[in-house]
């Protein structure tokens, strides 16, 4: 069981918007930054949101971060096939002292 | 362009010791939080901790408190996730993780190291 919870699956169609929601708490969303990486099949993951919305050098427009509370939303508009991967929330857990990753969603793009 | 090159995959039996290592290149080693993030089979990331090289600052998760040893060499410019004593539920892909800002973001990703323990 996962501290921030995510969906464990999303999809759309290619060109679409699609969001992904991340819930947490008081001390751990309500309170810090979250962070948002993407894993494609058979890689390592990548930084793609730190710090609830910002892109790092590289990462398209297309994908967008924004939080409120205690719940973190990624959105991929224009979605493409190649973002078909899991997406992973993670944020400081002030209570816990730890960082704390959502489950994980898998994004198919249809 | 920064580098995270880890080293190859391990085969070990329980109760076994191993270090797996973590080579960065492409910034200033010392200035930079290296940690490492666990993937078990089939399932999502968990931190197990990260330290400074430039003072030794190491933090880890509470959960991996006591279970791994974390460690740099910072005139190689290489980080170490080291183990005692093996267990089967060890098993699993290590990622080492860069961080130029906050310890506790993940900038840069090495590509893994998978370690599989038998009993």
């Known amino acids: 069981q996962s501290v921030l919870t995510q969906p464990p699956s999303a999809s759309g169609t290619p060109g679409q918007r699609v969001p992904i929601s991340c819930s947490g708490s008081?001390?751990?969303?309500?309170?810090?930054?979250v962070n948002w990486y993407q894993q494609l099949p058979g890689t390592a993951p990548k930084l793609l949101i730190y710090?609830?919305?910002q892109r790092p050098s590289g990462v398209p427009d297309r994908f967008s971060g924004s939080n409120s509370g205690t719940s973190a939303s990624l959105a991929i508009s224009g979605l493409q096939s190649e973002d078909e991967a899991d997406y992973y929330c993670?944020?400081?857990?002030?209570?816990?002292?730890?960082?704390?990753f959502g489950g994980g969603t898998k994004l198919t793009v249809l | 362009e920064v580098q995270l090159v880890q080293s190859g995959a391990e085969v070990k039996k329980t109760g076994e010791s191993l270090k797996i290592s973590c080579k960065g290149s492409?910034?200033?080693?010392?200035?930079?939080?290296i940690g490492w993030v666990r993937q078990m089979p089939g399932k999502g990331l968990e931190w197990m901790g990260t330290?400074?090289?430039?003072?030794?600052?190491?933090r880890y998760s509470p959960s991996f408190q006591g279970q791994v040893t974390i460690s740099a060499d910072k005139s190689i410019s290489t980080a170490y996730l080291q183990w005692s004593s093996l267990k089967a539920s060890d098993s699993g892909m290590y990622y080492c993780?860069?961080?130029?800002?906050?310890?506790?973001?993940?900038?840069?990703w090495g590509q893994g190291t998978l370690v599989t323990v038998s009993t």
């Open positions: 710090s609830n919305n």
């Open positions: 492409g910034y200033r080693f010392s200035s930079n939080w």
């Open positions: 008081s001390s751990n969303i309500g309170s810090n930054t």
């Open positions: 330290i400074y090289p430039g003072d030794s600052d190491t």
């Open positions: 993670a944020a400081w857990d002030d209570s816990l002292s730890d960082v704390v």
């Open positions: 993780v860069n961080s130029g800002g906050s310890p506790y973001y993940f900038d840069s």
